[in-house]
């Protein structure tokens, strides 16, 4: 666990990047990934792009160990995901930020508290609860929306509320898996563009996506898959793969 914490913790300063070292991944024999090799570095912004089933969402999976590669290494600032026991994977993923399209949202809680959730999971006293929850508030515009139920709030701000639960422990990597797949396109740019200025902080971002605007408008690094395969990796790029 000592060695989880170096690289993961955020009051540790960590050197955070994301590294896959010939990844396969196969599901009965079929290959979702096919030498997979990628390196994200601090404070990085991509997207991971390519159309339905290229393995977009298996690669995101490896990266919060939600799966395993069949063959090949998965790091997280240096740390090995392959190498993790159970009990070492909820710490991970605690001092991850993973944001998810469906918000993933607790429906009983407030605004406050679903932010709050994981700084309580990690015996955060309540002082320094309210410090760090009002700072990622602050951080969506939210802030003011403390007291409000997921219910009673807009797609866009649902999405505002799971980005600030994903920042308020400081990590230094933040996970955005198809983060706009339910929202309208002027949200979906909003969401994006906020998620590039936390990259600008310092937290590496990685956002898989197949919003061809919304990739298009940013001219960012693009990293597409196809077929399990990495047939592109470049920098201000546009998202040009073929759908199908």
Same mark, same amino acid.
């Given at each position: 666990m000592?060695?989880l914490? &170096?690289?993961?913790?955020p009051?540790k300063?960590p050197?955070?990047? @994301?590294?896959l070292?010939n %990844?396969? &991944?196969n599901?009965?024999?079929?290959?979702a990934?096919?030498? =997979?090799?990628?390196?994200?570095?601090?404070?990085?912004?991509a997207?991971?792009?390519?159309?339905?089933?290229?393995?977009?969402?298996?690669l995101?999976?490896?990266l919060?160990r939600e799966?395993?590669?069949?063959?090949?290494n998965?790091?997280?600032?240096?740390?090995?995901?392959?190498?993790?026991?159970?009990?070492?994977?909820?710490?991970?993923?605690?001092?991850?930020?993973? @944001?998810?399209?469906?918000? &993933?949202?607790?429906?009983?809680?407030?605004?406050?508290?679903? %932010?709050?959730?994981?700084?309580?999971?990690?015996? #955060?006293?309540?002082?320094? =609860?309210? &410090?760090?929850?009002?700072?990622a508030?602050?951080v969506?515009?939210?802030?003011?929306k403390w007291?409000?139920y997921p219910?009673?709030?807009?797609?866009?701000?649902?999405?505002?509320v799971?980005?600030?639960?994903?920042?308020?422990n400081?990590?230094?990597?933040?996970?955005?898996?198809?983060?706009?797949g339910?929202?309208?396109?002027?949200?979906?740019?909003?969401? #994006?563009?906020l998620?590039?200025?936390?990259?600008?902080?310092?937290?590496?971002v990685?956002?898989?996506?197949?919003?061809?605007?919304?990739v298009?408008?940013?001219?960012?690094?693009?990293?597409a898959l196809?077929?399990?395969?990495?047939?592109?990796?470049?920098?201000?790029?546009?998202?040009?793969?073929?759908?199908?």
């Amino acid at each position: 666990m000592a060695t989880l914490e &170096k690289c993961v913790s955020p009051a540790k300063k960590p050197v955070a990047m @994301i590294r896959l070292q010939n %990844v396969y &991944k196969n599901y009965g024999g079929r290959p979702a990934l096919s030498n =997979v090799n990628l390196h994200i570095a601090l404070g990085e912004f991509a997207f991971l792009v390519g159309p339905s089933g290229a393995g977009k969402s298996t690669l995101m999976r490896l990266l919060y160990r939600e799966e395993v590669p069949t063959t090949g290494n998965v790091f997280i600032g240096g740390v090995n995901l392959n190498r993790l026991h159970a009990g070492q994977i909820p710490l991970l993923r605690r001092r991850l930020g993973i @944001i998810f399209q469906d918000f &993933k949202l607790l429906s009983s809680q407030t605004v406050f508290n679903n %932010v709050a959730y994981i700084l309580r999971a990690l015996g #955060v006293d309540e002082a320094e =609860v309210a &410090k760090r929850v009002n700072s990622a508030l602050a951080v969506v515009n939210l802030e003011h929306k403390w007291d409000a139920y997921p219910s009673e709030l807009s797609g866009g701000e649902q999405q505002r509320v799971g980005i600030a639960r994903a920042i308020v422990n400081g990590p230094p990597v933040l996970l955005a898996d198809e983060p706009t797949g339910n929202l309208d396109p002027a949200t979906s740019l909003e969401i #994006v563009q906020l998620l590039e200025r936390i990259s600008q902080r310092g937290t590496t971002v990685l956002i898989s996506t197949h919003d061809q605007p919304i990739v298009n408008a940013m001219r960012r690094r693009v990293i597409a898959l196809k077929g399990g395969e990495v047939v592109a990796d470049v920098d201000n790029g546009i998202y040009e793969l073929e759908m199908s």
